[in-house]
C-alpha cells in the first residue's frame, strides 16, 4: 500500500519553519546587516557630507584610477579567455588538464602574495629594478604596478567561464561552418560567439567587480600615493584609517552599489540563460562559484 | 612534448587557430602568472637555510599561523554548518523572496573586501550596532581574534552553499522515499541517505572555505586589532616585513603560504575527482 501519509519526504512544517528562520537570521547577520550598515554610517553626517566625500578631489582621483584599471584589466583578461577557451575547448592535446590547472592557479594564492611577486620583479630591489630606474620607468608604487596585480588576481575568470561552456558546446557547428568556406574568424564571430555570449558577459560581470574591489594585492604595490596611485578600495582603508569613518563609508557605498548591481546583472544572466534561445538555452551556466575557482561537482563539463 | 594536438583527434584540427589561441594562452599565462611566481620562489633561494627558518618560525610568525590557520578552520566549520543549512532551505523550502536570498549569498564575492571590514568593524566596535549591546555582558567581537572569525565566516560564506546546493538539487528522491517506505524517520534518512550523499561535496566547500580564508587580507586587517602575537594574521607578515624592507623574509613567509594554498589546491581536486565519482556511480 503506497500512501502518502506513510513516504515522507520532507520535514514537518515546524521543523521546516525553524530551519528556515535560522538560515535567514544567519544571512540577516551576516550579510544583509554589514550592507545595511555601510549605507547608514555614510549618511550619517547627512545627504551633504556624503556628495562632498564623493566629490572631493582623492576620491575622485581614486574613482578615476578603478575605472582606468578595470578598463585595461578586463579587455586584457577578455582576450586571453577566449583563447585560451578556444584552445583548451576546441582541440585535443596533452597536457590540457595540467593547462587549466594553471589557469586556476591566482585564485588559491593569497592576493599579498599576488602583490608581493610583482615588487619582487620590478621593485627597486626586484629582477628589472635596475633596469627600469636606468630607464627612468615606474612599475611599482605606479599604476603599471596596481594594473599588472590586478590582472594577476582576476586572472582566471572568464576563462573559467568560457572553458566548460565551449566544450559543452562541442566543435559541431565550428565544423560545419568550415566545411562551407567561412574563415576562422568569421566562424568564431558567427557561430561561437552567439553561443557563448551569455557565459562570456558572466565573465566579464565578474571579472569586472574584483577588479574594481581588489584591495590586497593592489595595496602591496600601490604606495598608497593620495591623488595619484590610490584606488577606491585604498582610498576607503585610508580614510577609515584617518579617522574619517563617514567619509569612507560613503565612498565604500559606491563599491557595495557596484557590488550590489553585479549581483543584479548576474542574476539577468543567469535568469537570460535558463530561458534563453538558441542553442545555448539548454546548457546549464554554472552559478557564481566557476569564476571563483570553484568546479562544481555536478556538472557535465568538469568530468574532463 | 607537452601541448602538441594529439593525432587521435584529426578531426577536430579541422578547426584553425590552436597554434594561435594557445600559443597567446601559454605566453600570457607564463608572463602574468609563471614568471612571477618563479621569480617568489628563485629570491627564497637566496636565503640560507638558518635565514629561512628564523623568517618562516619567529615567534611572532608562528603565534601569526596559529590565529591564521585557527581562525580559517573555525570559519569554516561554521559556514559548513550554516552553509548547508542555507543550501538546504533554498533547495528544499519554498519561501517569499526566495530568489533575492539566492542571489544574496553571493555578495561576499561581489563586495570588496575592504567595504566589508570596515562595515563588520563598525557594527562590531564597542559603540556600534550590534557592538554596544555585546559589550553590556563583556563580549567584545572587534580588534582581537573573534574578529578575525567573523570577518573570515563573511569572505568564506558562500563557498559550502554553492557546493552542497547543486548537489542537493540532483539528488534523487527516490532514495529518500525508498528510506522511508523501509520505516526510517526523517532524521534516520537525513544521516543515512542525504548526509553521505552530500558529505564530499561539503567538505570540498569546506576545503575551499579554509582556502579562501587562508589568504584572506582586506576584511580581516580592519577588524583584527593587529596586535602582534595575538590578532595577526599571516598575510599581515608579510605586508608588514614590506613595509620594513625585509623584502627576504616577506619572501620566505610568502613562500610558505604559496606552498599550503598549493596542498589546498591539490586536496581540493582531490575532494572533487571523489565528488565525481560518487555522483557517477549514483547514476
Known amino acids: 500500500m503506497r500512501t502518502s501519509k506513510n513516504i515522507t519526504t520532507t520535514e514537518s512544517t515546524w521543523v521546516r519553519w525553524t530551519l528556515t528562520a535560522i538560515a535567514l537570521g544567519f544571512i540577516g547577520l551576516f550579510l544583509v546587516l554589514p550592507l545595511a550598515a555601510v549605507f547608514t554610517e555614510a549618511l550619517r553626517k547627512g545627504l551633504d557630507f556624503y556628495w562632498l566625500s564623493l566629490i572631493e578631489p582623492d576620491a575622485l582621483s581614486a574613482i578615476r584610477l578603478t575605472l582606468i584599471t578595470a578598463l585595461i584589466v578586463v579587455p586584457l583578461n577578455l582576450v586571453f579567455g577566449v583563447a585560451a577557451a578556444w584552445a583548451v575547448a576546441k582541440f585535443d592535446f596533452k597536457g590540457k588538464a595540467f593547462l587549466t590547472t594553471l589557469i586556476d592557479l591566482p585564485f588559491s594564492v593569497s592576493p599579498v602574495v599576488a602583490g608581493l611577486v610583482f615588487v619582487l620583479l620590478f621593485g627597486a630591489q626586484g629582477w628589472f629594478g635596475p633596469w627600469l630606474q636606468a630607464h627612468d620607468l615606474k612599475i611599482i608604487f605606479a599604476v603599471p604596478g596596481i594594473v599588472l596585480a590586478t590582472v594577476f588576481v582576476t586572472f582566471p575568470f572568464i576563462a573559467r567561464e568560457l572553458i566548460p561552456l565551449m566544450q559543452a558546446q562541442g566543435t559541431d557547428e565550428e565544423q560545419a561552418a568550415i566545411v562551407l568556406g567561412a574563415s576562422g574568424w568569421q566562424t568564431f564571430w558567427h557561430v561561437t560567439l552567439p553561443n557563448v555570449k551569455w557565459g562570456l558577459l558572466y565573465g566579464v560581470i565578474l571579472c569586472n567587480a574584483r577588479a574594481m574591489g581588489e584591495f590586497g594585492a593592489v595595496s602591496v604595490v600601490s604606495g598608497h600615493i593620495r591623488g595619484q596611485t590610490n584606488t577606491m578600495p585604498l582610498h576607503v582603508e585610508i580614510l577609515y584609517n584617518e579617522y574619517q569613518s563617514v567619509a569612507a563609508f560613503a565612498v565604500a557605498t559606491l563599491l557595495a552599489v557596484l557590488a550590489l548591481v553585479t549581483l543584479v546583472l548576474k542574476s539577468v544572466v543567469e535568469w537570460r540563460n535558463a530561458h534563453g534561445h538558441g542553442p545555448s538555452a539548454d546548457l546549464p551556466l554554472e552559478p557564481l562559484q566557476q569564476s571563483f575557482g570553484i568546479t562544481s561537482p555536478a556538472s557535465p563539463a568538469s568530468t574532463q | ?283
Not at chain 2, 602568472?33 to 636565503?47: D, Y
Not at chain 2, 618562516?56 to 548547508?84: I, Q
Not at chain 2, 568593524?121 to 553590556?136: H, I, P
Open chain 2, 1 to 283: 612534448m607537452p601541448f602538441l594536438p594529439s593525432t587521435s583527434h584529426r578531426a577536430k584540427r579541422v578547426l584553425p587557430g590552436f597554434k594561435l589561441t594557445l600559443g597567446y594562452t601559454l605566453l600570457y599565462l607564463g608572463m602574468i602568472v609563471l614568471l612571477p611566481l618563479t621569480a617568489l620562489f628563485v629570491k627564497s633561494f637566496s636565503l640560507t637555510w638558518p635565514e629561512f627558518w628564523t623568517a618562516v618560525a619567529s615567534p611572532r610568525v608562528l603565534a601569526s599561523y596559529r590565529l591564521t590557520f585557527g581562525a580559517s578552520f573555525l570559519a569554516a566549520a561554521v559556514n559548513a554548518v550554516f552553509g548547508f543549512l542555507i543550501a538546504w532551505v533554498l533547495v528544499r523550502y519554498e519561501f517569499f523572496g526566495k530568489k533575492v536570498v539566492d542571489a544574496l549569498v553571493d555578495l561576499p564575492f561581489a563586495l570588496p573586501t575592504a567595504v566589508a571590514g570596515i562595515s563588520l568593524t563598525a557594527l562590531l566596535a564597542s559603540n556600534g550596532w550590534v557592538g554596544q549591546y555585546l559589550s553590556a555582558y563583556g563580549i567584545d567581537l572587534a580588534f582581537n581574534p573573534k574578529g578575525v572569525v567573523i570577518a573570515l565566516i563573511f569572505v568564506s560564506l558562500p563557498f559550502v552553499v554553492r557546493t552542497v546546493q547543486p548537489v542537493l538539487e540532483d539528488a534523487e528522491k527516490e532514495l529518500e522515499e525508498a528510506a522511508s517506505c523501509l520505516g526510517a524517520n526523517r532524521l534516520q534518512t537525513f544521516v543515512h541517505v542525504i548526509l553521505p550523499a552530500v558529505a564530499p561535496a561539503l567538505l570540498t566547500g569546506f576545503a575551499m572555505a579554509f582556502a579562501r580564508a587562508v589568504g584572506e587580507y582586506g576584511s580581516v586587517i580592519f577588524i583584527a586589532g593587529n596586535m602582534p602575537m595575538v590578532s595577526e594574521i599571516t598575510p599581515l607578515i608579510i605586508v608588514s616585513k614590506l613595509e620594513q624592507y625585509d623584502y627576504a623574509g616577506a619572501t620566505a613567509v610568502a613562500v610558505v603560504m604559496l606552498l599550503i594554498s598549493f596542498v589546498l589546491l591539490l586536496l581540493i581536486n582531490a575532494l572533487q575527482s571523489w565528488q565525481r565519482q560518487k555522483t557517477g556511480a549514483a547514476s
